[in-house]
């Protein structure tokens, strides 16, 4: 299959300007008409581009071409050809008015939530043709399956296949709400708080084992894994709870003060990292590389 993927360099630019029309509209017709040639041109210079890479690419059907799942890797590389050809003779400046399609980012649940998803009205004022998908999973997505375009990672990715670049680096702080931190002044002990901490599943998690360390005798006013709740529940007045600072700001909560004899306990609260990773081959592609920018500026101002 490898070896066939290089075949797409030999063959014309044509043929993979109409695949990659054909794979945006899902339909002949649409294709056709977005290329200004007649309908059975598509679709034998489809036919042409199939058997040049010994696979098929489309299942057609009434309803219309609906990609094979060969034809998703396909896609990369044809992307990748027509980044390529855009930059001959091209203006940096012509990459807003290019960048057109669907982006599918990979981040955390907390991250999405408290930072994406009120960023892309920004974005979308900026790039209006460009849509985006958000997988708000807690398992990372793999960019070099294509199975995400994007992704905001907490740990330094590693692979040949991908392009990263380190947005933050963010400490974890003791915080609650204003009025609960109000009315506990400077602490003493970590033991006389009431806690929001990571559930069993998370015991290994550095802010999970920073809490058992210093206030596993404490009393746990919520235990869970989703960081979204816990939040919430410190935000509410619930406990306190370990957080990455930026999240802190967001979520107008306020730090814990706390006396001196716990100095050495907090200068060992955990630090995060946030990384911007992307796939080598669509880097270049002109909706993936708006968000990226996008997300770079954006990203660096609200942790930073």
């Known amino acids: 299959m490898a070896a066939r993927m290089q075949d797409i360099s030999k063959g014309?630019?044509?043929?993979?300007?109409?695949?990659?029309?054909?794979?945006?509209?899902?339909?002949?017709?649409?294709?056709?008409?977005?290329?200004?040639?007649?309908?059975s041109t598509v679709s034998r210079r489809l036919t042409a581009f199939e058997r040049l890479l010994g696979v098929r690419l489309f299942e057609r059907s009434r309803e219309g071409l609906l990609p094979t799942r060969v034809a998703e890797?396909?896609?990369?590389?044809?992307e990748?050809?027509?980044?390529?050809?855009?930059?001959?003779?091209?203006?940096?400046?012509?990459v807003q008015a290019e960048a057109e399609g669907v982006v599918r980012l990979s981040v955390d649940p907390g991250m999405a939530e408290v930072f994406i998803a009120p960023a892309l009205v920004r974005m979308r004022e900026r790039y209006p043709k460009i849509d985006i998908e958000l997988d708000a999973s807690a398992r990372p997505r793999d960019l070099t399956r294509h199975e995400a375009d994007l992704g905001l990672r907490s740990t330094e990715p590693r692979g040949a296949d991908l392009v990263i670049t380190k947005l933050a680096t963010a400490r974890w702080i003791v915080a609650t709400a204003p009025e609960?931190?109000?009315?506990?002044?400077?602490?003493?002990?970590?033991?006389?708080?009431?806690?929001?901490t990571w559930d069993h599943d998370y015991a290994s998690f550095p802010a999970a084992r920073w809490?058992?360390?210093?206030?596993?005798?404490a009393r746990v006013a919520l235990r869970t894994s989703s960081?979204?709740?816990?939040?919430?529940?410190?935000?509410?007045?619930?406990?306190?709870?370990?957080?990455?600072?930026?999240?802190?700001?967001?979520?107008?909560?306020?730090?814990?003060?706390?006396?001196?004899?716990?100095?050495?306990?907090?200068?060992?609260?955990?630090?995060?990292?946030?990384?911007?990773?992307?796939?080598?081959?669509?880097?270049?592609?002109?909706?993936?590389?708006?968000?990226?920018?996008?997300?770079?500026?954006?990203?660096?101002?609200?942790?930073?």
């Not at 980044?83 to 001959?88: G, L, P, Q, S, T």
């Open 73 to 78: 890797f396909v896609l990369a590389a044809a």
């Open 80 to 94: 990748a050809m027509e980044a390529a050809h855009r930059r001959i003779g091209r203006d940096a400046s012509d």
């Open 227 to 304: 960081f979204s709740s816990q939040l919430a529940a410190a935000a509410s007045g619930l406990g306190v709870g370990l957080f990455p600072a930026p999240f802190v700001r967001a979520r107008d909560l306020q730090a814990v003060r706390h006396s001196t004899t716990l100095a050495s306990s907090a200068e060992a609260w955990p630090t995060s990292e946030v990384w911007l990773v992307g796939h080598r081959a669509l880097r270049e592609v002109p909706r993936v590389a708006a968000v990226w920018e996008f997300l770079a500026t954006e990203m660096r101002r609200a942790l930073g």
């Open 12 to 39: 014309r630019w044509d043929d993979v300007r109409i695949f990659l029309e054909a794979h945006r509209q899902k339909s002949l017709g649409a294709a056709a008409a977005r290329l200004g040639v007649d309908t």
């Open 211 to 217: 809490i058992a360390k210093h206030a596993g005798k």
């Open 180 to 196: 609960l931190a109000k009315t506990l002044g400077r602490v003493s002990t970590w033991t006389e708080l009431s806690w929001i």
